[in-house]
């Protein structure tokens, strides 16, 4: 036998080879996940609820801490006669004061030492929180969600802030909250959570600025505390400027030498605010942006970009100032070039359904681009943006992705890894993170790989949401 026959053989074993490996392994793919799929095909929707509510799921990257709040939990912690200390009071009445300056807004609340300085008139068309009759209690929670048709995005960011306040500026408050809603998020499966959030206008019970340094320690300690660390959810924080404010590119600069100086706490930097208000327009910050990089190194830009109704180059423009990950993206779908650069890259498209539905931007969700994102490479995760407004929570983010776009079980996966994969935590806790991603991965394999779904899935104990009940038909608890 010539060596040329002999190579010849030898190559077209080992490409033979090849083929049966490839194969071998496309088919146990196949059946690693036929739990999976029998699941999907079997299940009731409260059992594939119970189910996602189960999974485990990486990180919430994209997360307005304040409006994070469910109403219920605002409400509970406000009007708690165990904490000590302040005391609200919300408008139930315009009464047309001669000496009022305040937004023509219902439900507004303030705290007791601004109360005591209103003149009797303007204290007429308030009423102490904790006193609310039934009626006005459920007025008051239904007027920060967004839980009724006609509600959008005019309600959402004209006035729903207007509302909440000064229940905003009270640290033992927030702080406490800030927990609750890690303890929520820990029972859905979440372990890492990056909130948008400040320490500079908090304000003590006499109404009294609390310096941002104090401000900060009243996070920081909170989140010391046993309970918050018995969530198993590690918190790091963005801080946020609105992008069309006058002042935003002198907001900008003290943003980054804030986040330069709390590290331990503080990963990243955002831009918020509407995008339909060109005053925000992305390359504004360009020059801001740059100056920035020469003189800090080393902070995570996560900036909303593309969140318009109309096509445009809003996500390029955005990448442009340095952003790693981009809030919303949906009209990237219109920018064929950047959807090609972003294939495969290291930049993330933060995926928020249920915000992209309730603010009209998608109101038929079936048509949204986040299943071509995905299955074209963009990475991109699930997270819940401003989920008390939308009374829901990180389970409904993953069932209306699953029903919709008929996930598979590595892109589920896939989602939950880049979530902290693209998060801005310290390289080691980004490194704990995936290690006990894939463990918990692991074993939810090996739970229900197993058989007897159906009896497992009974001992998971959800709390569904508002958000549930009213899309979904979905009642599993409260939330």
Same mark, same amino acid.
């Given at each position: ?161 207007? /509302? +909440? %306040? ?7 408050? *927030? $702080? ?7 303890? =929520? &998020? ?35 300690? /909170? +989140? %010391? ?7 198993? *959810? $590690? ?7 609105? =992008? &069309? ?235």
């Amino acid at each position: 036998m010539t060596r040329s026959r002999l190579t010849r053989m030898n190559c077209s074993f080992w490409v033979s080879s090849l083929i049966v490996g490839l194969w071998s392994l496309a088919i146990y793919a196949q059946s690693s996940t036929h739990w999976f799929e029998t699941i999907k095909k079997s299940a009731s929707k409260e059992q594939l609820y119970s189910f996602l509510y189960d999974l485990p799921k990486g990180g919430d990257l994209h997360n307005h801490m304040g409006l994070s709040y469910l109403a219920e939990t605002w409400y509970d912690a406000a009007t708690d006669a165990r904490r000590k200390g302040n005391e609200f009071y919300t408008r139930i009445r315009i009464s047309n004061c001669s000496d009022s300056s305040e937004p023509l807004v219902l439900f507004r609340t303030i705290q007791r030492s601004t109360y005591s300085k209103l003149s009797d008139c303007r204290k007429s068309e308030y009423h102490p929180l904790a006193q609310l009759s039934p009626q006005l209690k459920q007025q008051w929670l239904s007027a920060i969600k967004l839980d009724e048709k006609g509600e959008g995005r005019n309600e959402f960011f004209e006035v729903i802030g207007l /509302r +909440l %306040n000064e229940l905003f500026r009270d640290p033992n408050l *927030v $702080t406490e909250l800030l927990v609750e809603n890690m303890k =929520r &998020f820990g029972g859905e499966g979440l372990r890492y959570l990056e909130t948008q959030a400040g320490a500079a206008n908090f304000i003590d019970q006499e109404g009294n600025p609390i310096d941002v340094e104090r401000g900060v320690q009243f996070l920081r300690d /909170r +989140l %010391n505390q046993p309970d918050a660390r018995n969530t198993g *959810v $590690t918190v790091r924080f963005q801080a946020g400027i609105l =992008r &069309f404010s006058p002042q935003a590119e002198e907001n900008l600069q003290r943003v980054y030498e804030f986040v330069d100086k709390h590290r331990d706490l503080w990963v990243g930097i955002n831009m918020a605010g509407r995008e339909d208000n060109d005053k925000g327009h992305a390359l504004r910050f360009l020059d801001t942006y740059r100056r920035m990089r020469r003189k800090y190194s080393g902070i995570g830009l996560s900036i909303h970009g593309g969140e318009v109704d109309a096509p445009g180059t809003q996500v390029r423009d955005t990448l442009l100032l340095g952003a790693t990950r981009i809030g919303h993206g949906i009209n990237l779908i219109t920018d064929p070039d950047t959807m090609l650069l972003m294939r495969n890259g290291k930049f993330l498209v933060e995926i928020n359904l249920v915000s992209n539905r309730l603010l009209e931007y998608y109101p038929d969700l079936s048509e949204h681009p986040f299943p071509e994102f995905l299955r074209v490479g963009i990475p991109v995760n699930l997270n819940t943006d401003d989920r008390g407004v939308w009374d829901s929570n990180m389970t409904d983010e993953y069932y209306t992705a699953h029903t919709l776009f008929n996930l598979t079980w590595d892109e589920i996966v896939q989602m939950g890894r880049n979530s902290l994969t693209f998060s801005f935590a310290e390289p080691q806790v980004k490194e704990r993170l995936l290690r006990e991603y894939e463990a918990a991965i692991a074993a939810f394999e090996k739970k229900y790989g197993a058989g007897a779904w159906v009896q497992k899935l009974a001992a998971v104990k959800p709390r569904s949401s508002g958000y549930a009940a009213r899309t979904f038909g979905i009642h599993l608890g409260t939330n």
